[in-house]
């Protein structure tokens, strides 16, 4: 994109920005006399928030809305208006966004339900205004949005209860939210912890405006400096993966609580992958890539963003696992949070010897034990000294202080040298309080320390923030097209042997085989070989029998050949046979498996996982959008278990890692083929050698055009 075209877009985009959040005049469409009734909130939030702007009340039946001048129609408007908020009957949401356009709205809000929501009939009626509404130059936000909030400037163009609140706390803060009711219950339990809000938005069915250019618009918004997202599901991964990389960049970091971490309801594929590469394991990992900050818990969402806003920027990218310094005036609570963090791979550590010396030196008297425990060892001056030290010391990336009773009844004890120690070093410092202290959490996040009611939202923070620090190559326009074969299908299931040649295309190295038929055996590979029915219409040979292996000469394969085609014809009577492959029997130090997919909500993602018939019972798999780099080639190895029996484990031979990171990286390219689109492909098994890797066993399916 060349200066120029970056100018216009940042121009397009602080255009939509004002009109979107901040607008001069707005038009309140389907606005209430009565009070009771949901369609007059917007008219009395802004009145009590502060709203400085024009605001127009659109009623048919009445002159007069809560003593403002009420219109007719949009058309009968007095003066031009930058959003209009849409509140009447779906019907007449149409006629609406013509008058909306026609005043002068860049931006129109449908509050109004009846559209994708109630199916197919539903679906085109959306479908239609959203493509009359791009017709027009107008952006739509919605149908069946609760609405938009600037809580700084006092637009609230929304029905939510939750802003019946007499105070607005302003912030830092932006939510994103598929779920409007949702939005409300983010901003009531944010601000009970002390969060301030800068914007507020509930998508609807995103008919145009999407979670991802929202998450655009906000990286550009100077009261915004974290996001928080809550996610149904992912429409517009193409748009919102820039912007979250485009949000790391500006230092503004991402939280995201996304439903659907059951299988229950995912709609998979047929193949190994396809199982264990499912749609939420696919969203974590194109999230953790793009830089978010995926939480498992909701309560996390809120209680992580004082952490997040003042670490995620300067974090460093670490190598292992991250090591925490647990200090405690409650061996029980600490105890709670240090099984937590273990579980997601965060890992408390004992002070080395020198440390312990060093603070004995300075009248502190510490164990070595991954849990300080200062409940009758230290005066709270000394407390404060430890934690100043550890957060300046290099065996810890991060120091935890979990508060007991103390914290309650008296927090100058216990919670005061925290404060105090804040302004020491800059290595994350948060605090977990055992009991309910609202007190002692007010001076905590006073003095920006992020502060936790629970071990588990604690460790699930902590565990976030370090695992943001690791974001994924973008190759996605770097790497040339590769140009599909004119010889081979452009749509269905490749037979094994097609699907070789696309792979050995690639880069990556596959067993060498050749093709044989009845009465024809003749080839050259060396024996012993495996022999297989090679079918564009069987996939899976081995639930019908089609695979021989061991086979040791050509007498050998004639009986196996001739036994391999009746157990096709039997299995797979209607299946069109090519003939039979016959392939080199490999060696292996160790069976993977390498797939890919190409998923239905982030779009292509490459699996690798341990191999063998109970792959799917372990699930022991890395995945990562594709295409790949070769450090996240290399991260993919570290991550799967089965793999350290090739690195090294207690004296076993080691396999060639660098080799196995290649063959994951030019797998990866499927995503740039040209011309198809891959829906998934598998090299099961791979096997991984003292020399190299070798693929011996290819599937490929194209979706259709």
Known sequence: MTRVDNDVARHARAQLAKALFTPDAVALVGASADERKNTARPLRFMRKHGFQGRVFPVNAGRSEV?????????????????????????????????????????????????????????????????????????????????????????????????????????????????????LGALLSRGAARGLGFAKLVSVGNESDIGVGELVDLLVDDAATEVILLFLETI????????????????????????????????????????????????????????????????????????????????????????????????????????????????????????????????????????????????????????????????????????????????????????????????????????????????LLQAAGVPAFRTPESCADALACLFRAAHVGADLEDALPRVQWPTHLPEQGDLSELEAAEVFTALGVPIAASALVREGALEHAVPYPVVAKVCSRDILHKTEIGGVQVGVGDNAELAAAAARLLANARRGAPDARIDGILVQRMEDRLLELMLGYRTDPLVGPIVMLGAGGITAELHRDVSLRPAPVSLEEAHQMIDEVRSTRLVRGFRGLPRGDVDALADAIVRFSRLATVQGVTVAEAEIHPLFARADGVVGVDCVLRLAPH
């Open 235 to 442: 429409r517009d991964a193409a748009v919102l993966g820039p912007a979250l990389r485009r949000a790391r960049t500006a230092g503004k970091p991402v939280l995201v609580y996304k439903l659907g971490r059951s299988e229950q309801g995912e709609a998979l594929a047929q193949s190994h992958t396809g199982a264990l590469a499912g749609n939420d394991a696919a969203v974590d990992a194109f999230l953790r890539k793009h830089g978010a900050m995926r939480v498992e818990m909701l309560e996390t969402l809120f209680e992580a963003a004082p952490l997040a806003l003042r670490h995620a920027r300067e974090l460093p990218v670490l190598k292992r696992a991250p090591r925490v310094a647990v200090v405690t005036t409650t061996g029980g609570g600490a105890a709670t949070v240090v099984d937590r963090l273990g579980l997601a791979g965060v890992e408390a550590v004992p002070p080395p010897d020198a440390f312990v010396a060093h603070m004995a030196s300075r009248d502190v008297k510490i164990r070595q034990t991954p849990i300080i425990d200062l409940t009758l060892a230290a005066t709270s001056t000394q407390y404060r000294d430890l934690v100043e030290q550890m957060r300046l010391a290099d065996w810890c990336d991060a120091v935890l202080c979990v508060v007991g009773s103390s914290a309650q009844f008296h927090p100058q004890l216990a919670v005061k040298p925290i404060v105090e120690a804040a302004g020491v070093g800059d290595k994350p410092l948060l605090a977990f309080l055992a009991p309910e202290a609202g007190q002692s959490l007010q």
């Open 66 to 182: 809560m003593g403002l001048p009420a219109y007719p129609s949009v058309a009968a408007l007095p003066a031009p208006i930058d959003h209009a908020f849409i509140m009447v009957p779906g019907a007449q949401v149409a006629e609406a966004l013509e008058q909306s356009a026609a005043r002068g709205a860049r931006v129109v809000t449908v509050f109004s339900d009846g559209f994708a929501e109630l199916g197919e009939a539903g679906m085109a009626a959306q479908q239609a205004l959203a493509a009359r509404a791009a017709e027009l130059g107008v952006r739509l936000l919605g149908p069946n949005s609760i609405g938009v909030v600037d809580i700084h400037s006092g637009a609230v163009l929304s029905v939510n209860a939750v802003l019946e609140t007499d105070a607005l706390h302003r912030g830092p803060v932006s939510v994103v939210s598929q779920s409007g009711s949702m």
